[in-house]
């Protein structure tokens, strides 16, 4: 069966690092989405991208970078990790402009 | 910034009873749709509602759409201690990207 897994689904890290996030996709889905969850904020986007080496920028993307460089992947990047990057990130698929199919989310600490 | 906003933001219920779950947003949309989230999961798509539609059933859901109020309504019928979850609803306009609401925290006691 198609999916779409996250890893790690938990990681603590320190300020200033840099952190990668992964995703990955078996839908063969074209647009792919990166969210982070807060309490009191719902789901805010980060960035997103509709195909190979295409991204775009979402709500929230300072401090954040993607790139695409197949249909299965999407890796979120955070250059030099901050406390206020303290969230539950979810990636997501779709294929056209409905349904988007999440994965189980990564709890990233940042102390 | 939130396209929908959900309400209520906690709604809690005895099992067998129904669940109405309110939706408003702010521009116009092509869909409309609704997710449950269980926690520490995943969001799980429920249902959609284009801009055309007025009401849709899946099983125990029922969503109306009033695109002249800008707003939503999902009812869960009869429902169940395993339908505990945070409900959101998101808006789908002329890009493939959806605006998320901030949620309805929906409790079932058995």
């Known amino acids: 069966d198609a999916e779409i897994t996250q890893s790690p689904r938990h990681k603590i890290t320190e300020t200033g690092r840099q952190v990668t996030l992964a995703c990955h996709q078996t839908w063969n889905h074209n647009n792919m989405f990166w969210y982070r969850q807060d309490l009191g904020h719902g789901l805010r986007l980060i960035h997103y991208?509709?195909?190979?080496?295409?991204?775009n920028k979402g709500e929230v993307s300072d401090g954040y970078s993607v790139s695409r460089s197949n249909t299965e992947d999407l890796p979120l990047t955070l250059e030099s990790a901050a406390s206020s990057q303290t969230s539950v990130y979810f990636c997501?698929?779709?294929?056209?402009?409905?349904?988007?199919?999440f994965g189980p989310g990564t709890r990233l600490t940042v102390l | 910034s939130q396209q929908g906003e959900e309400d209520p933001q906690a709604l809690s219920i005895q099992e067998g009873e129904n669940a109405t779950m309110n939706c408003s947003y702010k521009t116009s949309i092509n869909n409309l749709q609704w997710y449950r989230q269980n926690s520490g999961r995943g969001l799980v798509h429920l249902i959609l509602i284009r801009s055309n539609e007025r009401e849709k059933h899946s099983g125990r859901l029922r969503v109306t759409l009033d695109t002249s109020k800008k707003s939503s309504s999902l009812l869960i019928t009869a429902s169940r201690a395993a339908d505990t979850a945070s409900y959101f609803c998101a808006t789908g306009g002329a890009t493939n990207k959806l605006i998320f609401g901030t949620g309805t925290l929906l409790a079932v006691q058995p």
């Open positions: 997501a698929s779709s294929d056209r402009a409905d349904t988007q199919y």
């Open positions: 991208s509709y195909g190979v080496h295409d991204t």
